[in-house]
């Protein structure tokens, strides 16, 4: 159930959660406001006049059937942190209604999602506004003002709009926890350390290519076989060294795993990738004539 609301209307309907259950009936002026009080939460909607700014329609709604909404597939998932905090701050001040949700006209949530679950949760009238033209580049650019979208809320957007690379990174994420994004990226793409803004505007737009992101995989698992003797196996350092290591020919992780089953105290932390690189060749060439030594710290 739902009302529209124009400026200087005099919107009507059956409040269901008041004690009374009577008709809710107000008229307004421009600076008039209407009171909706949830009887089972204490929470109150001041509904306002938000049909200026939304000129093109020049009006507004309230509804109580949340699932005539759902959110854009190519939108953030949802921050329960930030939800947290959002809740906070709505039943600190109740003002659900300063801000109301953008949709379109098939239901879809282009702007507010964390608040339409606020509404849903606590029982409340939820406010939107129908906006087909709105985008998700206007939410992301919104959101910026509020709470900033990070690189994993990119990924997984455009990865839910089926780019191949964004679709495979978010997967090896998902599924190596331990490794960092700027890891990730400089482990699967260029090597260029870091998110630096060229790489973050490239992972923004959708642009950014990750030909490497089977040698992440093989680098995240080399780190998982580790884990049982070196405490700080999803270090940087090392993570690094073993892509270094990876990429000789003849190095054999199973053979450095053995040698590590009885070495593992000589694996102690690192201030670099270089002195993390050089422990692990001379783990890997103990007890090894000098022929069958190998060299990897001159990768």
């Given at each position: ?149 990070t690189s994993r809320d990119h990924i997984h957007s455009l990865s839910s709009k089926g780019i191949d690379d964004y679709q495979k ?131």
């Amino acid at each position: 159930m739902y009302e529209s609301c124009r400026i200087g209307c005099a919107p009507e309907r059956t409040a269901p959660d008041s004690p009374s259950g009577k008709t809710v009936r107000d008229s307004y002026g421009k600076d008039k406001t209407i009171m909706i009080t949830n009887a089972k939460t204490g929470l109150r909607n001041e509904v306002l006049p938000f049909g200026r700014d939304n000129k093109e329609n020049g009006f507004y709604k309230i509804t109580y059937s949340y699932d005539m909404f759902h959110p854009h597939p190519e939108q953030r998932e949802v921050d329960w942190k930030y939800f947290k905090e959002l809740e906070k701050e709505i039943l600190r001040k109740n003002d659900l209604h300063k801000e109301p949700i953008v949709v379109w006209s098939d239901g879809t949530i282009i702007d507010g999602q964390h608040r339409w679950i606020f509404a849903k949760k606590h029982n409340v009238g939820l406010f939107y506004i129908i906006d087909d033209s709105f985008t998700l580049e206007d939410a992301r650019r919104r959101s910026q003002l509020n709470k900033q979208w990070t690189s994993r809320d990119h990924i997984h957007s455009l990865s839910s709009k089926g780019i191949d690379d964004y679709q495979k990174l978010e997967k090896v994420l998902a599924e190596f926890p331990f490794i960092t994004i700027s890891c990730a990226l400089q482990l699967a793409g260029t090597g260029v350390s870091g998110i630096n803004n060229k790489r973050y505007v490239s992972l923004r737009s959708g642009e950014l290519r990750l030909p490497r992101l089977d040698k992440l995989v093989s680098i995240a698992n080399a780190a998982l076989a580790i884990k049982p003797f070196v405490k700080h196996y999803n270090q940087r350092n090392v993570l690094y060294a073993l892509n270094k290591a990876l990429s000789v020919d003849e190095y054999d992780h199973q053979r450095f795993i053995r040698k590590l089953s009885y070495q593992s105290e000589k694996f102690v932390r690192c201030v670099t990738v270089d002195e993390t690189l050089s422990l692990m060749e001379k783990i890997y060439n103990f007890g090894e004539s000098a022929s069958k030594r190998l060299r990897i710290t001159k990768v």
